[in-house]
């Protein structure tokens, strides 16, 4: 009795030990906040749905509407900037966390960040490091702990092949009888839009009803699983969307397949995710693991290149890129799209499955608003496991997240700071009930939260106090925690301008049934410049200057660069070196893309994958261009964030170090 007494404050330590879960991470690409059936979708997900069904939902969980970002907030717990971005070298990552408290971790999948996985705390790692490959072919990115991974010329598939490794891992897991932690972070359903065959043949047809009817099919499914409110607003369908029924047969048929694509990408990814779930099932292993489930940002809205657009699109070079208007639907209920701070761009479905640990009632929903960073406390708190205050080599900033595990305990969300909201330009802050957004440095605006999770009813206008006080505690947080320059926090413009982005489809019907922004862009295409005979070109969201022998480029986010593509004669064939020094105040990944022959356009071709230190000073880049052909025409991005990059001393070398072209 006396034992009892004493154990009362301590209750929990006193039980027997529980064994510690297992954890699995599933991070989807690019994936919209309706896309799964539990969240109001036609398309089928019958292994998510049944994890929602035994586990919970959360109905207000963010992500930071963009690919690495996401990543950074969830494998580092702190916001992407503050974070120290793709470095994480102001983070400590979940992984690094586990592994001293005794788990065996392993990831799968798309990186997107710096170095690699084994780098930071993964003991195994299969997949691309790459922001996205061709699903059949992949890229050169690809490793196998630690080592270049060559994909399969046949056969191969990346959303299949990432479960096949999975298990794998696992079988090794089990084997040294450790718990473990398994992050799959699926490519899917980012475009290049490419399902396997027998998946979007099993989703023919069933758009031609088109976006209209799908949208409202999809809010009403909501409001019927209780998503929300039997009240809530949809938000209508944006100006630059046209009605279905006004499009021209041959954009509808292009529309309806390219949704039939997506819908046999996330179909896949469900499959693949019942393979695993079966197998945790036969080990045993179901009941305590915890799985959860995310999106790293909304659906996307940017129409690049498509190719081969009257073919189907699992036959191989064949590459279509995403539409606005099935990212409006796949966003439903929500305004707006992946890197827009709207709910459109940040809300993904967040499931987590435990029968061993959550005590809420099966396919319970959680509204308490959560965010990606919330992910590595609830980890550490559910393994046991410290988080480390100091680590080799970086210099980890305070958590920004809170621990979710009174959530699944039945217990109410810890009182959280406000969600700090960023990428690029476009902003946000979450107090409360309350959320401002700016949309690319636009004016603030004001929604409340719990009355109009929709964002349609903007009251900025009436409630200017609370703008003010939310915008200082924005700028504050940016300043204090996130740690940006003074450009990253200058304020948003005094005049609204419009809402639109040059890479959002163009239904105008301008281009016929080719409603792929590509050729809308064209026209806008800033003239090459010329340089003794050597055109270059900046690319979009990039503007050029020549100067001093230096090529100096003013980059906004998305994805800037150079294109090279009409070379004089290169005599020799590869393989080549690309050298130049650079001196960047951008952010972000760089990429190279290059050509041999006239037919392939870029950025089809290779890709190679390099880093550009972004701290204002000049560094020296060496880049091999592995090819036995001749150099056709090449593409460089040294940056995939905002800000001025200078390059300089940019040659062509060939094997034996002859310069064989230079620039400028
Ligand atoms: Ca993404």
Redesign the pocket.
């Known amino acids: 009795m006396k034992l009892l007494v004493l154990c009362l404050p301590l209750f929990m330590s006193c039980l027997p030990a529980a064994p510690r879960p297992n954890i699995l991470v599933v991070l989807t690409?690019?994936l919209g906040y309706s896309d799964l059936g539990c969240y109001g979708s036609e398309i089928e997900t019958p292994t998510l749905d049944r994890l929602a069904g035994n586990g919970l939902r959360f109905t207000q969980f963010s992500n930071t509407a963009?690919?690495h970002s996401?990543r950074v907030s969830l494998l580092g717990g702190r916001w992407c900037k503050q974070a120290g971005d793709a470095s994480l070298n102001r983070a400590v990552t979940i992984p690094e966390v586990l592994v001293p408290a005794g788990y065996f971790t392993a990831m799968a999948g798309k990186w997107h960040l710096s170095k690699e996985p084994t780098d930071f705390g993964f003991q195994r790692y299969f997949g691309h490091l790459s922001?996205a490959c061709d699903y059949y072919k992949g890229d050169q990115t690809f490793r196998l702990n630690g080592k270049p991974w060559t994909v399969p010329k046949e056969g191969f598939y990346t959303t299949v092949a990432n479960v096949d490794h999975a298990l794998a891992f696992l079988g090794e897991a089990r084997a040294e009888q450790k718990p473990w932690f398994l992050y799959i972070a699926f490519n899917a359903p980012?475009a290049p839009l490419q399902p396997l065959d027998e998946d979007y043949k099993k989703y023919e047809g069933r758009y031609d009803a088109g976006w209209d009817v799908i949208r409202t099919a999809r809010t009403a499914k909501q409001k019927e699983l209780g998503l929300f409110g039997k009240d809530a607003e949809s938000s209508p369908r944006p100006d630059h969307v046209p009605a279905w029924e006004t499009l021209t047969p041959a954009i509808q048929s292009w529309e309806s397949r390219r949704m039939t694509a997506l819908a046999g990408m996330i179909d896949r990814v469900d499959q693949e995710l019942g393979r695993l779930v079966a197998n945790l099932e036969k080990a045993g292993e179901l009941d305590n693991t915890l799985i959860l489930f995310f999106?790293?940002?909304g659906a996307?809205p940017y129409d690049r290149n498509s190719s081969h657009m009257a073919r189907p699109p699992y036959e191989p070079g064949v590459r279509w890129s995403d539409s606005t208007g099935w990212a409006w639907v796949r966003n439903s209920p929500f305004r707006y799209y992946?890197q827009n701070q709207f709910e459109g761009g940040i809300a993904t479905p967040a499931i987590a499955h435990w029968p061993a640990g959550i005590k809420r009632v099966p396919g319970s929903t959680v509204h308490s608003p959560a965010h990606l960073v919330d992910v590595l406390p609830t980890l550490a708190e559910l393994a046991g496991a410290t988080v480390p205050d100091t680590f080799p080599g970086r210099e980890p900033t305070p958590l920004a997240g809170v621990s979710l595990a009174p959530v699944f305990a039945g217990q109410e969300m810890h009182q959280r700071p406000p969600i700090h909201l960023l990428f690029g330009q476009d902003r946000g802050l979450r107090d409360g009930d309350w959320k401002i957004a700016s949309f690319r440095s636009q004016p603030w605006q004001l929604y409340n939260m719990a009355k109009d999770r929709a964002e349609v009813h903007n009251v900025a206008a009436e409630h200017p106090e609370i703008v003010e006080r939310m915008v200082a505690r924005w700028h504050e947080m940016a300043e204090k925690d996130l740690m940006l320059s003074e450009r990253e926090r200058k304020p948003v413009a005094d005049a609204a301008t419009g809402h639109r982005h040059p890479e959002w489809s163009d239904y105008s019907g301008r281009n016929g049934a080719v409603t792929s922004s590509r050729t809308g862009s064209k026209a806008r295409k800033a003239p090459a410049k010329k340089t003794g005979g050597k055109a270059i070109r900046a690319r979009r969201e990039t503007s050029l200057k020549i100067q001093d022998g230096e090529l100096i480029m003013t980059c906004e986010d998305g994805d800037p660069g150079l294109a090279f593509e009409r070379f004089g004669p290169v005599t020799e064939a590869g393989p080549y070196t690309l050298a130049f020094q650079v001196k960047s105040e951008a952010g972000g990944g760089a990429e190279l893309y290059f050509t041999t022959d006239a037919k392939t356009t870029l950025p089809n071709g290779e890709r190679v994958d390099f880093a550009v230190t972004h701290d204002g000073a000049w560094h020296e880049v060496a880049i091999p261009l592995k090819t036995e052909k001749t150099l056709h025409a090449l593409r460089l991005d040294p940056c995939d964030k905002g800000g001025v990059v200078r390059i300089k001393g940019l040659e062509l070398r060939s094997q034996g170090a002859k310069v064989l072209q230079a620039w400028p």
């Open positions: 690409d690019d963009k690919c996401s922001g980012h999106s790293d940002n996307c992946k």
